[in-house]
């Protein structure tokens, strides 16, 4: 528990700390930017790499060799080059990925590959997870490095819905909606905010459901078929909208109701809703519009 509660606050003290950051660079964009930090930001290198190439002679400023890595370059009015190719400044980057299981939502991770090393193709290296999927939660996920935004949507004054699908072990109880919708009260003492729960659809389970424990052995997940539900033969399809974004709180939150959760996936959240055409581990960027709605939270 401990090693988790402390995962979870270097998750947010990262995230936060490259949100200061990005308004830091905010501000600075009003102005000039150094030419090493221009070239690093747009992952050229690092900068004792970029003022390397610089000696060499490998970089120019409006057409004129520059080997002074503390060159001031006016954005977006300097051009600059790097062995003959142009490189223009993108100050934020967004990114929709479908996040697959197995992959942590992390920028770095000594054990698992992270949902930064998805991304094959940022002009930026600053970008971050906007929230966090479990290991095993699959779904939408957004990568930016627009501090303001994910303070926006991370933020639990602005209640932003957030919406998943889950597969749970037996059949939801129909007082369960109204429960949820009155603001479920967990064994733990936790009150959650009023959330929307809708059932599906209940099917028999069968062998390809393969109840089994998760990859990061989160206890609200099912671990065998003699969990809470004993040996319950049926499972239950529900859309689960919750405004915060408490730890494991969608698996809490079924398991609460005895329907402990067998698979789940985010669908949207707030105006953000996951491309059906991305397969699990794809992505895109985001397209205007779809930032345009962001920024309007």
Excluded: W
Aim: hydrophobic share 35%.
């Amino acid at each position: 528990m401990a090693k988790k509660s402390l995962h979870k606050r270097l998750y947010f003290f990262t995230v936060f700390d490259m949100i200061e950051d990005n308004q830091e660079r905010s501000e600075c964009l009003e102005k000039e930017l150094r030419l090493d930090k221009f070239l690093a930001d747009m992952a050229q290198g690092s900068r004792s790499q970029i003022r390397a190439m610089a000696k060499n002679g490998l970089i120019t400023v409006n057409g004129v060799t520059e080997k002074r890595p503390e060159r001031k370059i006016r954005i977006p009015d300097d051009m600059v080059t790097l062995a003959g190719k142009p490189v223009s400044y993108t100050v934020m980057e967004y990114f929709m990925l479908n996040k697959p299981k197995g992959v942590v939502s992390a920028t770095e991770d000594k054990r698992h590959k992270t949902v930064i090393d998805l991304i094959q193709t940022p002009s930026r290296r600053d970008l971050f997870p906007v929230g966090r999927l479990d290991l095993d939660t699959e779904g939408l996920l957004l990568l930016t490095n627009d501090g303001a935004l994910a303070h926006r949507l991370l933020s639990p004054k602005k209640q932003v819905d957030k919406v998943y699908m889950a597969d749970c072990l037996g059949e939801v109880p129909g007082t369960a909606i109204q429960m949820f919708a009155k603001g479920l009260i967990l064994p733990d003492g936790l009150c959650c905010l009023p959330a929307s729960l809708v059932i599906c659809g209940v099917r028999q389970r069968n062998v390809e459901d393969g109840i089994r424990p998760p990859a990061d052995n989160t206890p609200p997940f099912v671990k065998d078929t003699q969990d809470a539900c004993g040996t319950d033969d049926k499972i239950t399809t529900v859309r689960l909208t919750i405004r915060e974004g408490k730890f494991h709180q969608v698996k809490r939150m079924m398991e609460a109701v005895g329907c402990p959760v067998l698979s789940l996936k985010r669908l949207s959240v707030g105006p953000l809703t996951l491309d059906p055409k991305l397969l699990p581990g794809e992505y895109r960027r985001l397209t205007k519009k779809e930032v345009e709605l962001l920024n309007r939270l």
